[in-house]
């Protein structure tokens, strides 16, 4: 089946060149390092505004607009900053499967690519905004009636998942066509949706696989996590030195190389499916 070997295939190539998880490790570390500075200077903001003040301690949240804003502006770079780990992975598989792999030559391809895979995040992004509202606006108007409230979340839920799942199969290409195809961002969407219509069962076959595999390794990591929890829990210090070691150690070594995979599995599926010639 090529949806499962597209997912092993991709598995093998992260495996067999684990200097790909070095895009996702630096992406890691700039994210950690814009939350730490957003979290630091919303902090100081707030002890500055209670040090010529008795007010109580709700007096901490008064800087509210200047929370919002940082939020905001947190997200935007974030969001700016995206396209290049996203263009480095999908070169990155490119040149394994065609050759060789260099760092440096995925950087250029993203620069290159930048605004073209901006594109795309913006277009996806805006979709699933859509869906979003569209799903609040029926618990919006159903929030003085309490049945119908909750039928709507319910519903709500359901819809909102199977949303998530159909955008996930309709832009899966996306990206990566604007490498393979050299495609701009609406182009790319657009033979995205019908790569996805055509390869509809395809697409979701190989994220149900990915999807499998990825709950399966969280759940063995938190088996692992919690038995060796119980051994440092008479010692709260301990506990916490543990919980910590074992994040930087373990869990993003493995979200990195999930991450990582993720990014690969479309370009492997668009060859394996030979999908230029669709």
């Known amino acids: 089946m090529k949806s499962l070997d597209s997912v092993i295939q991709s598995f093998e190539i992260v495996l067999k060149n684990p200097k790909i998880m070095l895009i996702t490790l630096i992406s890691y570390i700039l994210v950690f390092l814009i939350l730490f500075s957003a979290g630091f200077l919303i902090g100081i903001s707030n002890i500055i505004s209670t040090l010529d003040t008795d ?6 949240y008064s800087n509210f607009p200047l929370v919002v804003g940082v939020i905001i502006l947190c ?29 440096s030559k995925a950087f250029d391809e993203a620069k290159r690519k930048y605004f073209s895979i901006l594109g795309v995040s913006l277009i996806s992004t805006a979709a699933f905004i859509a869906i979003v509202v569209s799903l609040l606006l029926p618990l919006i108007l159903s929030w003085d009636f309490k ?4 039928f709507f979340v319910v519903f709500d839920i359901v819809l909102f998942l199977i949303a998530s799942f159909l955008l996930s199969v309709f832009f899966f290409q996306a990206n990566t066509l604007v490498f393979t195809e050299n495609k701009k961002a609406f182009e790319a969407v657009k033979r995205s949706f019908y790569i996805g219509k055509q390869k509809f069962l395809s697409i979701l076959a190989t994220l149900f696989f990915l999807l499998i595999i990825v709950f399966g390794i969280g759940f063995v990591e938190a088996i692992i ?4 929890s119980i051994l440092f829990i008479i ?13 930087i150690f373990v869990e993003i070594p493995i979200n990195c190389f999930l991450f990582s995979v993720s990014g690969i599995i479309p370009v492997v599926f668009y060859y394996n499916y030979n999908l230029k010639k669709f």
């Not at 010692?235 to 994040?247: G, K, P």
Request: without cysteine.
């Open 225 to 228: 996590k919690g038995i060796l």
């Open 55 to 60: 007010s109580f301690p709700s007096e901490l």
């Open 75 to 103: 997200s935007i770079i974030l969001f700016l900053i995206a396209p290049f780990p996203i263009g480095m992975l999908i070169s990155s598989g490119i040149q394994v499967l065609k050759g060789k792999l260099s760092l």
């Open 147 to 150: 049945p119908l409230f909750d």
């Open 235 to 247: 010692d709260l210090s301990l506990l916490a030195i543990f919980a910590i070691l074992f994040f």
